[in-house]
């Protein structure tokens, strides 16, 4: 199930859609081993070895509630004051993800997809200017290339 949580509330995502965001490998074999690491807890604890959510929020009542928006950027601005690095909150990860994909030459098209812009030109327009370069990659092989075919 794909839902949202928002004011202690869970609802459909942005846009009303669901997508799949692809992972790489190493990171799939660590989230499976954090699951089991979680099934052991749960079962250790009496609640069974059922997992509905990755991050739950252990000082919320009520719940088990997943951490809030709030509680995550506090956490990602600590972890930046601790490593000397200028404070970020978690949204700026997505836009270094988009960032480094394309200029590690993935397709436009696939990041739309992974981001879930309505459409490709949202992500050309937010993420292409900072790829310094980018189309200038051999660009005269590109072009001689093309010359020799055409005569």
Same mark, same amino acid.
């Given at each position: 199930m794909c839902q949202s949580f928002k004011r202690r509330t869970f609802k459909k995502p942005k846009g009303g859609k669901t997508r799949v965001v692809d992972l790489p490998d190493y990171l799939v074999e660590e989230l499976i081993d954090y699951v089991r690491y979680l *099934? *052991? #807890? @749960?079962? *250790?604890?009496?609640?069974? @070895? #059922?997992?509905?959510?990755? /991050?739950?929020? !252990?000082? #919320?009542? @009520? @719940? !088990? /509630? !997943?951490?809030?928006q709030r509680k995550a950027q506090r956490m990602v601005q600590r972890v930046c004051k601790a490593a000397g690095l200028k404070v970020r909150n978690p949204h700026d990860l997505r836009h270094t993800y988009a960032t480094i994909m394309l200029m590690a030459h993935q397709s436009p098209a696939y990041v739309q997809r992974q981001l879930g812009h309505s459409s490709y030109s949202i992500t050309v327009d937010r993420y292409c200017h900072w790829i310094s370069g980018e189309g200038r990659k051999d660009l005269e092989g590109a072009l001689q290339g093309r010359v020799r075919k055409s005569d």
């Open positions: *099934k *052991k #807890e @749960g079962l *250790k604890a009496g609640r069974g @070895g #059922e997992v509905d959510q990755l /991050f739950e929020d !252990p000082q #919320e009542q @009520g @719940g !088990p /509630f !997943p951490l809030s």
